[in-house]
């Protein structure tokens, strides 16, 4: 198993464990029904630049990838890691 296989599925098993705690605790009750972005991570001030990129759209998906979810991100980037890891020759 490649280092590209394996951080695709530790990727993949972080993003799950994000989910789980995430739903967990929309089930006690203890408030925690908004999704963890990157957003909440950073200082705002940190995350302008975004805005004022002007170049063919790329704002609209910088602000798209910021503002989903976690755990989402790191489904994508974990399955990413695994299919390039099944096309790169041992």
Same mark, same amino acid.
């Given at each position: 198993?490649?280092?590209?296989?394996?951080?695709?599925?530790?990727?993949?098993?972080?993003?799950?464990?994000?989910?789980?705690?995430?739903?967990?605790?929309?089930?006690?009750?203890?408030?925690?029904?908004?999704?963890?972005?990157?957003?909440?991570?950073?200082?705002?001030?940190?995350?302008?630049?975004?805005?004022?990129?002007?170049?063919?759209?790329?704002?609209?998906?910088?602000?798209?990838?910021? =503002?989903?979810? =976690?755990?989402?991100?790191?489904?994508?980037?974990?399955?990413?890691?695994?299919?390039?890891?099944?096309?790169?020759?041992?």
């Amino acid at each position: 198993m490649s280092k590209l296989a394996v951080s695709g599925i530790i990727s993949l098993v972080i993003g799950g464990v994000i989910l789980l705690f995430q739903q967990l605790g929309n089930l006690m009750g203890t408030g925690g029904g908004e999704a963890l972005c990157l957003v909440d991570l950073f200082e705002p001030s940190n995350l302008d630049w975004i805005d004022s990129m002007t170049f063919l759209g790329l704002n609209n998906l910088l602000d798209t990838i910021v =503002l989903t979810p =976690l755990y989402i991100l790191l489904f994508v980037v974990g399955a990413v890691l695994l299919i390039i890891s099944g096309f790169i020759k041992s």
